[in-house]
């Protein structure tokens, strides 16, 4: 395969790559508390010029490689909803912590429930921790409020307090699935802590800014994909030609 040719895949394979993404931006702008991912490129040669003492020297070839999935975190919206159980976080840094069979996860989604066994847990049924483990209530406890604090009460009295997790450096944060993030450093206590019920954090993900992304990503593979094509053509009339001359 030719250099060109090869040069063209590695554009194509990472054009792919931020379609994908994209396509995921815009799949979650209704999920409450998620976060806009982008990708970060970098060119790359290989391989390195050896040949050094001809009139024409080896040219490098440069290739497109993945540098780094960014998520941005700041602020979507707040929608006020009206139902109980329903929180939105009013600090960029800060974040809901929730149980999971591998540990302690990150969220921003606050479109909390009560499971069949009494547990605060999130939209997809993973534990909400409070500064004393889970927060469970009772079948009959209604009136629940949360104040601005994360106190947590209900008509049983205090049930207990949501625990929120800070980050001052964000890059901690990695990806984990089911809009949960996993953190390579230990989070801090917040500052303060103030938080809204009846409201839920919104998607920051603009979509006509996904829109636009995605239709210069379409164009940039149909130049690639043109190139190649020339290029091939070219290939293929010069190996005719040279087929064509008379031994």
């Known amino acids: 395969m030719q250099n060109a040719t090869l040069v063209a895949l590695s554009g194509q394979v990472a054009l792919r790559r931020k379609l994908d993404v994209i396509a995921n931006n815009v799949a979650n702008m209704d999920t409450a508390g998620f976060k806009r991912v982008s990708l970060d490129f970098e060119e790359t040669t290989m391989p390195k010029a050896s040949a050094t003492l001809f009139p024409r020297r080896d040219r490098d070839n440069r290739f497109v490689r993945e540098l780094a999935t960014v998520h941005d975190f700041s602020a979507g919206s707040v929608e006020m909803t009206g139902n109980e159980l329903d929180v939105a976080i009013e600090a960029e840094d800060s974040f809901f912590v929730v149980g999971t069979p591998a540990g302690e996860r990150y969220t921003r989604a606050g479109d909390f429930a009560i499971d069949n066994t009494g547990r605060l847990v999130t939209a997809d049924g993973k534990p909400v921790l409070g500064d004393g483990g889970e927060i469970v209530f009772g079948n009959e406890e209604t009136n629940i409020a949360i104040a601005r604090d994360g106190t947590i009460s209900s ?28 953190a390579s450093a230990a989070p801090t206590p917040p500052a303060f802590v103030r938080v809204r019920q009846g409201a839920l954090e919104k998607s920051n993900v603009s979509g006509v800014q996904e829109l636009t992304a995605m239709l210069g990503v379409q164009r940039a593979y149909e130049r690639i994909s043109n190139m190649v094509k020339q290029q091939n053509d070219l290939s293929a009339r010069a190996i005719e030609r040279l087929g064509s001359v008379n031994a």
């Open 155 to 182: 008509s049983a009295g205090l049930k207990g307090r949501l625990r929120i997790a800070a980050f001052t450096d964000t890059s901690v944060l990695s990806k984990d699935g089911d809009n949960l993030y996993s």
